[in-house]
């Protein structure tokens, strides 16, 4: 997903302005994993794919997001996440 629009996303609950984390980029500069968190409610929202997953918490499918979300743990700002919520330090 191209940078632009995904600074353009909010968060779906209180429309606060993400946080924007990139971890993979395509050759085009475009994001392909990332996560985004909202420092109002705490939720993060991965970028799988290049897709962020902001669906409502209870069709969020933990099995697709963990892989990634560990994945790229150690250089998360954070080093806990519960309930799609990063705890802070
Ligand atoms: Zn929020």
């Known amino acids: 997903m191209k940078k632009e629009l995904i600074?353009?996303?909010?968060?779906?609950?209180?429309?606060?302005?993400?946080?924007?984390?990139?971890?993979?980029?395509?050759?085009?500069?475009?994001?392909?994993?990332?996560?985004?968190?909202?420092?109002?409610?705490?939720?993060?929202?991965?970028?799988i794919h290049g897709i962020p997953i902001m669906s409502p918490d209870e069709y969020r499918e933990k099995e697709?997001?963990?892989p990634v979300v560990n994945r790229w743990k150690n250089?998360?700002?954070t080093n806990k996440v519960e309930n799609f919520r990063v705890i802070e330090k």
């Open 75 to 77: 250089q998360l700002k």
């Open 64 to 66: 697709l997001e963990l």
């Open 7 to 47: 600074n353009k996303l909010c968060c779906p609950f209180d429309k606060d302005e993400l946080d924007l984390q990139i971890f993979a980029e395509d050759l085009s500069g475009d994001i392909r994993e990332g996560i985004l968190i909202c420092p109002t409610c705490k939720r993060y929202y991965p970028i």
